[in-house]
């Protein structure tokens, strides 16, 4: 298995653009989470799915942010209209959800915005 | 609030000692506890899960324990070696299944020859 694949690995762009990240999770894990990284704040968990749909966004910042899981294969958040304070390393993980919750992290994509 | 702690200064320990490592947390009562291993650059990556039930788990050269009273987990690395150099993570379920995990800020490991 290629393990969670997420894309683009780096991505810079000014402030007020629309941001887009992606995630492929692993084939056959039904739950997918999306993080954010920062040396200030650590890891933290912006919202995470259940069999594609939404269980718990309260880590979602603000309205400026929003995810989608449209099939179990694909996701996507989204930051509009972006700002500075939002450069982080973004990760996404996957987990089979019985099998005690271990996650399987992707390699993160790293969002500067200038 | 929910407190995770882990210390925040890098642990620098010579080649062979064991290195041991702390997540202390308050105003949690987890289910659960995971350890993960994150090099610069990636993303974390699982290495071993302890239950409220369990004392303790072994997995090769790592051990942990868990003190649900003292709210306390100990990650300890036996005959250390400079490829164990790391941030290693604590992070804390509550239960259930896909559980959504809280993450201790981490403690950077230095293995020195």
């Known amino acids: 298995d290629a393990g969670v694949i997420q894309s683009p690995r780096h991505e810079v762009t000014e402030m007020g653009q629309e941001v887009t990240l992606r995630c492929k999770p692993i084939?056959?894990?039904?739950?997918l989470f999306w993080y954010r990284q920062t040396m200030m704040r650590g890891l933290e968990l912006l919202i995470y799915f259940n069999n594609n749909v939404p269980i718990d966004d309260s880590g979602m910042p603000e309205d400026r942010f929003s995810a989608k899981m449209p099939n179990a294969s694909f996701s996507t958040l989204k930051i509009q209209p972006s700002e500075p304070r939002d450069s982080a390393v973004y990760f996404c993980a996957s987990t089979l959800s019985n099998q005690g919750g271990e996650q399987y992290f992707g390699p993160g994509t790293r969002l500067t915005v200038t | 609030s929910q407190k995770i702690e882990q210390n925040s200064e890098a642990l620098n320990i010579q080649e062979g000692k064991t290195a041991t490592l702390t997540c202390n947390y308050t105003n949690y009562s987890p289910a659960y506890l995971q350890w993960y291993r994150q090099d610069p650059g990636r993303g974390p990556v699982f290495l071993l899960l302890i239950r409220e039930n369990e004392k303790e788990k072994r997995k090769e050269r790592l051990k942990v324990t868990f003190d649900t009273t003292l709210k306390q987990s100990l990650f300890h690395i036996t005959a250390s070696q400079p490829a164990d150099s790391a941030t290693y993570l604590c992070?804390?379920?509550?239960?259930?299944?896909?559980?959504?995990?809280?993450f201790g800020t981490g403690t950077r490991l230095q293995v020195t020859l």
């Open positions: 084939s056959g894990h039904n739950s």
């Open positions: 992070a804390l379920a509550p239960g259930g299944t896909a559980s959504k995990l809280t």
